[in-house]
């Protein structure tokens, strides 16, 4: 997402996007808020914020993640919600 670097709120509710890795939204530094509410998400990769320090409020409900990693949200130190409605058949340690 280059040329939005001053971002910080993004509204990606109901797009069926499928997966999110640690390139998917990189660049965005400044956004605080992601809204990934109602799509067809199944896989978060590790470190899929790692590049969102500003992250405060993220979306994930209705979505169908069946892997979570423990370090998925780990290196999103202003993380302070995160709205997630865990169907997940595997959660990693």
């Known amino acids: 997402m280059q040329g939005c670097e001053n971002l910080r709120e993004l509204l990606l509710w109901g797009?069926?996007?499928q997966s999110?890795?640690?390139q998917t939204f990189a660049g965005l530094?400044?956004?605080?808020?992601?809204?990934?509410?109602?799509?067809?998400?199944s896989t978060?990769?590790?470190?899929?914020?790692?590049?969102?320090?500003?992250l405060e409020i993220v979306h994930l409900g209705e979505n169908r993640i069946v892997d979570l990693h423990s370090?998925?949200?780990?290196?999103?130190?202003?993380?302070?919600?995160?709205?997630?409605?865990v169907f997940a058949a595997r959660c990693y340690v």
């Open 15 to 17: 797009n069926n996007i």
């Open 20 to 22: 999110v890795d640690v």
């Open 29 to 41: 530094r400044n956004l605080r808020k992601l809204d990934l509410d109602r799509n067809q998400i």
């Open 44 to 54: 978060l990769s590790r470190g899929a914020f790692a590049h969102l320090a500003a």
């Open 71 to 85: 370090d998925t949200f780990k290196l999103s130190p202003s993380l302070k919600v995160s709205q997630l409605a």
